[in-house]
């Protein structure tokens, strides 16, 4: 594991983050997923915009996290972007996502969306 290298773990969660995965992953039981799969991609005004989605199975190189009864699957050219991050669930009025908190990150645009690190 990528992970055991390093001071920090890859990803850990809140406990509100890991209650809304099981709550998706009991509705993503119909689609034979078996963990949720944490990526990065490029978006944004600032660069990067993290990336969750149903997984179906392990790819290759993934780091596989087990943390309070939920899967995470790390893509791997994530790794370097995640290293010490908290993922966290976060409700309001108007909105409802998965959020993060990650030390690494330099920049964040205005509406949250996307983000930058050195």
Known sequence: MIGAAFDKPILSLTDAAAAQAKKLMQKGEQNAAIGLRVG???AGCSG???QV????EQKPFEDKIEEKGVTIFIDPAAVMFL???E?????DK?????IFNNPNETAKCGCGESFSVA
């Not at 989605?53 to 179906?56: D, H, I, K, M, Q």
């Open 48 to 50: 990067l915009q993290y």
């Open 87 to 91: 993922m966290d669930w976060q409700e």
């Open 83 to 85: 290293i010490g991050s």
């Open 94 to 98: 108007f909105s409802s996502s998965f």
């Open 40 to 42: 990065i991609k490029t």
């Open 53 to 56: 989605e149903f997984a179906r």
